[in-house]
């Protein structure tokens, strides 16, 4: 039989706030076991959870960015579970009434525009590790991460395939970190996923028994697990056999989806208001001043922005998309540019082939880049009014990333400037001549090819400071004289 794939997404992002969601502990990642966990997150008797406003606030930038609902009367409830690494024995998140509500989110596969219906996003706090290869015979537990604030982002059954749920998951990772409410660092778990997947015949309105396959931290990962677990159902129906609603991990060494426990259906969490928490009020005024305040931007927006005012390719937005450090540093480097109309297409051009090739060459990242905006603009600035050439713009970067910090002065002091003087030129033409006349001559003869040897020996002469186009245009002047 025929089948089609129906899946769900719950994507867990971990907010960027220096406290977790209901204590002062901090959530650096990375700390020494339980070394950030205080007493709230302990569960010790007598504490009680105090809401972080920035968590609250960065969960409306996500829902105003998406054109979603925001709640504004909104409360907290227990999630009622025990898990050795959940002190409490309950989760305080949100069922009714969740803060994000009733959006769309738009993304593009094979650039066809795609949308889905985003459900609810909501607010809850994270549970603990659980680390099996620590202790000999023995699993330890490891409570740094419990409390720390994520927004749980829930998609509708929208997707039919692998290809559409990484194309959505990808446009997501991007709007979270350009709206600076996640670091999106998959391999630490700030940017979690759990796949809901079903099969039903095609052409029933009938859903089939969804299997969820949890804390999927790679899009390579998530592609591979859709199409097992999808493989795995189609050969269970066909065997006459029913799908068992479970709750799966895919384990990335054999490729496969493993059982963990049957799969809960919500009610089986005992949901009931959190006590120790008032509902929270959600003001118009609160929302406008976040509107006003705040970075909130989509990714088409930013996409339009690289395309026409920086002059660039569709394709070739993905770099800045995909790393937001970047879009800020270019975005700051423009606004020092004297002329952002006609040098921005420039400015970005560098960036992505000299300064990303420059960190590449030295196996460095964005961290170790130390040319400021400004300085890197005025290097654009010097290459638009040809006081530098495309080489000696290389040599002006290679020395700013040295600790120098002031271009005007450096191109004086290393003689940077481009030679535009034609009898200094031509002096240089004559010498280069001199030394190659059989070249020359095959120039003379016709062979325009040559050309470009030629001016590159004119340019070695003159230590990489001429005018490519005024040597162009000399050489040309002999051929016609």
Known sequence: MNYQTVIGLEVHIQLKTKSKLFSSAPTTFGANPNSQ??????????????????????AIVFGLAINAHIEKNTFF???????????????TSQSDKPIVGNGTFHFNVDDQKHSVHIVRAHLEEDAGKSLHDFLPNSSAIDL??????????????????????????????????????????????????????????????????RCEIKNINSFRFIEKAIEYETQRQAEILDAGGKVRQQTRLFQESTGQTIAMRDKEDSHDYRY???????????????????????????????????IEEYGLP????????????????????RSHLTQPETSSKALANFVLSECIGLLNKNNQTFEDFKAQPKDLAQIINRLSDQTLS???????????????TDVDALIQQHNLKQVSDVNALSQAID??????????????????????????????????????AQIDRLFREKLNS
């Open 77 to 91: 409830a227990r999630k009622n579970y025990f898990y050795p690494d959940l002190p409490k024995g309950y989760q």
């Open 37 to 58: 966990a205080n007493l709230v997150d302990l569960a010790y008797p007598g504490t009680l959870p105090v809401l972080n406003r920035e968590a609250v606030e960065q």
């Open 390 to 404: 495309s080489k000696t713009a290389k040599q002006a970067l290679a020395l700013i990333m040295e600790g120098h």
């Open 144 to 209: 740094n991460r419990a409390g720390c604030p994520l927004l749980e982002i829930v998609t509708a059954p929208d997707f039919s395939n692998a290809k559409e749920v990484v194309a959505y998951l990808k446009t997501l990772h991007r709007l979270v970190k350009m709206l600076d409410i996640c670091d999106g660092n998959m391999q630490e778990g700030s940017f979690r996923v759990d796949v809901n997947l079903s099969l039903k015949p095609i052409g029933s309105d009938k859903l089939g028994t």
């Open 431 to 468: 010498a280069v001549i001199l030394k190659f006349p059989s070249q020359f001559q095959e120039f003379l003869s016709g062979k325009d090819k040559i050309l470009g040897f030629l001016v590159g020996q004119v340019m070695k002469e003159t230590k990489g400071t001429g005018d490519p």
């Open 314 to 333: 569709a394709k070739e937005t993905s770099f800045f998309l995909d790393n937001t450090q970047w879009l800020s540093y270019l975005n700051d480097a």
């Open 272 to 306: 009931f208001p959190c006590p120790d928490l008032k509902p929270l009020e959600i003001t118009s005024e609160w929302i406008e001043r976040i509107r006003n305040t705040r970075k909130i931007v989509s990714i088409e927006q930013v996409e339009k922005q690289l």
